[in-house]
């Protein structure tokens, strides 16, 4: 009974957790890797780099940061504020709450953008 109600009261809090962002509906697949442009296959590089030992880039599942999946394509980021480009080059450059801001280049923001964008 205790596992039961653990899962059910897990399985609500993720679901009203997302649903500002998701509505408890299921995301758009990310694009395959063998159909990505060559910017997007630099932004996955640079997004290796500077972004996976803190975000998961498929899942919405959390690591240190937030989950990424479809994080251009939903409402609101984890901060309720839209996703767009100048939201995302704001929070990728100067940080946002515990993340810390990331150095890159014009090109690599560039091709990390488009990368995001096929999530």
């Known amino acids: 009974m205790q596992i039961r109600l653990s899962s059910l009261l897990f399985a609500l809090f993720a679901c009203t ?14 694009k395959p890797a ?3 442009t ?11 780099q ?7 880039a498929t899942s919405t599942h959390g690591l240190h940061g937030p989950g990424l999946q479809a994080i251009t394509k ?3 980021m984890p901060s309720g504020a839209p996703p767009t480009d100048d ?3 704001a929070v990728i450059l100067h940080g946002h709450g515990t ?3 990331t150095a890159m ?3 690599q923001l560039h091709d990390l953008l488009a990368y995001m964008h096929s999530l």
């Open 74 to 76: 939903i409402k609101a």
């Open 105 to 107: 280049n014009d090109q």
């Open 50 to 56: 500077a972004c996976a030992k803190c975000h998961y």
């Open 99 to 101: 993340m810390p801001g």
């Open 17 to 30: 957790a997302s649903v500002a962002t998701t509505g408890c509906k299921s995301l758009p697949p990310s």
């Open 87 to 89: 939201r995302l080059t």
């Open 34 to 36: 063998s159909e990505w």
């Open 38 to 48: 060559a910017e997007e296959a630099r932004g996955a590089a640079v997004f290796q």
